[in-house]
Each structure stands twice: as structure tokens, then as C-alpha cells.
């Protein structure tokens, strides 16, 4: 074992797993690198300019890419490693932005949110929010989606179902649920009440995890007491098909994040405070909080849990992916790469 500065190194090898890395970079590529060996075993070119998000399919044979000034989105076939089309809404005179992007689990079609800026003669005029249905296979918009209750939004956030025939508009009341041929509401779930009237307000983000089942969503909920007005978080999974929530509290409400590992009795999340970076083990299965360990990380960080649940990655604002063990929280090596990220993928052979 040896100690670097503040950092302990443990001497052996670090594995994660025998699954792939998508890595965005700057240098307008996407590095598909080998888990096991950390080792950059292909890079695709993307023509669109930086990839600033990728989206992997649900059955994880496309890869799609949007640029950093969200007009463009490219499609790659992940087992040729190729790009297979791309397209964008903007013209000569109109400025379309895809704020948001979710495809349906046959890859049949994406609903994008999108805001437009058209050019006139002494302006640009800002368009209004709006929801589209976009045709993957003819390349074209098919469908203009109301807004719930006819309000706006700048941001929203989709799930569907693992079947694809429903799609849940989430608002802050209420989750929405919506046939995908009629793009017409047919249910609503109040969320709130089937958790607990008396809890106060309840919030949870819906994460989407590639360890989790489809149709589930595991990830922290927050909650103000109604009477001593603290803030209190907890665990929460939520099955969207059954429209049931199976919660527990762990404590006074703080910053940290939270990241399912492989077979979902673990967790971790990272506490992201100046002089103050923490890893979090959440046990799952016990329901409470394992560790909270303190550790030298970095002005920015993102938190990946890797394929067999070993080593927990590091990563994004620079050209390295730290690897600590999940188990210690030491830290494994850094493997660095020749390009800063934009994003990154990780995925279970």
C-alpha cells in the first residue's frame, strides 16, 4: 500500500468489470474504451461538432449523440461502431434546440422538447416551449403534444413504460400518463397521496439506471415535516407499472448524490463540498446509510458505479477517470485518456 500526498494507493489491479465506456470528448469523438483493461479500443468520429450528451438505446444497440448547442442529434449503430444518420429541426433562418430528448424503448420515435429562435430582420424572435413527436424511421415531426393543464415548461421529464405503450409526463403534482399511439392522457397518478398525506411535500427525481429492472426507478426522495418545517430525505423505489412506493427515511436532508450499483442492494453517492468531499455507501438492503468517508476529489465530479460493482468511477471535468474500490473507498489508479469528457456511458456486457 502506499501513500501519495493525501491519496492512499492500494497495490493491485483494478478491474470493474467486462463491460464498455462511452466517453464524450471535446475533441469531437466518442472513445469506446474496454472496462476491464481501461484501454481505448475504438474512437468514432461524430460529425455533428461536440457531444455534449449521449443517450444509449434500451435495447443498447444505438448510441445517440447531441451537440453542445443541442440542433443536432447523430445516430450510431454500437456493434459497427458507425454513425447511421443524424438530423435537426434548425434552418436558415430558424434556430431549433432539443432541450429534451427521450426515445421509446422500440426506438420507434423520440418526443423532444424544443424552443426556437427565428431570425428576423433587426431580432431574433424567441419561440414558446413545445413538445414534439419526432419519427425516427421517416426523419420527420408527426405530432405537437399539448402541455398538461395548457402550462408551458422549460424543462420536463418523460419515462415509458418497458412495453412502450405509455409514456409518464411528470409535474409537480402529479405523474401523467399518456397512450403513445393517441398521445392522448388517459390516467393520472397522484403520486403524493399514495405516499403519505401527512409527510409534506415529497420530491423525487425518477433516475434512470441501466442496473435497475425496467419499469422501476430507485433513487433519494426528499420531504419537508409539515410541522417542525426540516428537511429529511430518504430512499425511495417507485414502480410506475403498479403505481406503488416502497420508502424509508434516512435523516436530516443533504447534498449528496446517488448511484445504483449492479444487483440494487447498494448504492453510493457523492457529498460535493469544498474542503468537505465525501462517498456515501447506501445498504439497501438494511435500509440505512453504511460509510461516509472523506476523500480528495474535485471541483466537479459525476459517479459511476462499474459493471460487476467493484470500483466505483470517478469522473467528468478533465481527462481521467479515478477508480476507487466500492468496498474501502480507497483509491485503485487513475486511468487517463487523451481528451477531456463531455459525458460518459457505462454499460454491462
Given at each position: 500500500m ?41 474512437s ?61 424503448p ?22 414558446k ?21 395548457g ?50 411535500n ?16 430507485t ?76 476523500f480528495?476529489?474535485?471541483p ?5 458505479v ?44
Amino acid at each position: 500500500m502506499l501513500l501519495v500526498g493525501a491519496r492512499m494507493l492500494v497495490a493491485q489491479p483494478a478491474n470493474g468489470g467486462n463491460g464498455t465506456i462511452f466517453y464524450g470528448t471535446y475533441d469531437k469523438k466518442v472513445f469506446v474504451i474496454d472496462e476491464s483493461s481501461m484501454a481505448v479500443r475504438d474512437s468514432m468520429p461524430v460529425s455533428i461538432g461536440i457531444p455534449i450528451g449521449l443517450t444509449l438505446s434500451v435495447d443498447r444497440t444505438k448510441l445517440y449523440a447531441t451537440d453542445a448547442a443541442f440542433e443536432w442529434i447523430e445516430i450510431f449503430d454500437v456493434a459497427t461502431r458507425k454513425a447511421t444518420s443524424k438530423f435537426t429541426l434548425s434552418d436558415d433562418s430558424t434556430r431549433v434546440r432539443m432541450r429534451g430528448f427521450n426515445v421509446d424503448p422500440k426506438d420507434r420515435f423520440a418526443i423532444l422538447l424544443v424552443k426556437t429562435a427565428r431570425k428576423k430582420l433587426d431580432r431574433w424572435e424567441i419561440g414558446k416551449p413545445t413538445l414534439l413527436r419526432y419519427d425516427l424511421a421517416t426523419r420527420a415531426v408527426t405530432d405537437t403534444i399539448q402541455w398538461p393543464d395548457g402550462k408551458e415548461r422549460e424543462f420536463a421529464q418523460i419515462l415509458f413504460s418497458p412495453d412502450g405503450a405509455f409514456m409518464y409526463f411528470f409535474t409537480d403534482e402529479d405523474v401523467l400518463i399518456y397512450d403513445t399511439k393517441t398521445l392522448k392522457q388517459v390516467d393520472k397518478w397522484d403520486l403524493q397521496r399514495s405516499v403519505d398525506d401527512g409527510l409534506g411535500n415529497w420530491s423525487f427525481g425518477f433516475p434512470e439506471s441501466l442496473y435497475e429492472e425496467n419499469g422501476f426507478s430507485t433513487g433519494l426522495f426528499r420531504t419537508t415535516d409539515p410541522i417542525n418545517r426540516r428537511t429529511l430525505m430518504g430512499v425511495a423505489r417507485v414502480d410506475l407499472a403498479k403505481r406503488t412506493v416502497d420508502f424509508y427515511p434516512l435523516g436530516p436532508s443533504e447534498s449528496v448524490g446517488f448511484a445504483l450499483a449492479p444487483g440494487r442492494q447498494r448504492a453510493y453517492g457523492l457529498r460535493q463540498q469544498v474542503g468537505n468531499y465525501q462517498f456515501w455507501t447506501f445498504d439497501l438492503e438494511n435500509r440505512r446509510v453504511a460509510q461516509r468517508v472523506e476523500f480528495d476529489g474535485r471541483p466537479r465530479m459525476g459517479l459511476t458505479v462499474s459493471t460487476n460493482g467493484n470500483v466505483l468511477y470517478v469522473h467528468t471535468a478533465g481527462a481521467t477517470i479515478d477508480m476507487y474500490d466500492a468496498q474501502t473507498l480507497r483509491l485503485l489508479r487513475t486511468a487517463t485518456f487523451t481528451s477531456d469528457m463531455t459525458d460518459i456511458i457505462v454499460v454491462p456486457r
